[in-house]
């Protein structure tokens, strides 16, 4: 049984985050494929992604991708070399660490458009 320790979250953010950037790929591929439907639809479909909830949801996505990408080398050390799994936990923290750092700097970097402004 599992006790929520180290294993157990990278394993449940790992699926979450899998999620989530399904999720922003198929918003992001109907957002660029109306486009066949007009330049008005086009634009009134972007105009929705101005609301604060997707531009708050940019800085999530990032952290998202740099987790799973992270966590999924992460997990390839695990599963090819012996040693990977002695240290697991100690990896986790770092793709913990630089999850944090990509988020904070991906929040700096949009922070006008956060704001409202471009």
Do not use: C
């Not at 008005?40 to 998202?64: N, Q, W």
């Amino acid at each position: 049984m599992y006790k929520g320790r180290e294993g157990q979250w990278a394993f449940l953010l790992h699926r979450l985050s899998g999620i989530a950037i399904l999720a922003y790929l198929l918003i992001h591929v109907f957002s660029i494929g109306s486009f066949i439907f007009g330049e008005r639809f086009y634009m009134s479909i972007h105009e929705i992604y101005d609301i604060s909830f997707f531009r708050i949801g940019l800085v999530f996505i990032t952290a998202a991708v740099v987790y799973h990408a992270f966590n999924g080398l992460r997990i390839i050390m695990m599963d090819f070399t012996g040693a990977g799994v002695a240290y697991q936990r100690q990896m986790w923290y770092g793709v913990m660490v630089l999850t944090v750092i990509s988020g904070l700097y991906a929040a700096w970097a949009l922070l006008p458009r956060l704001l409202g402004g471009y």
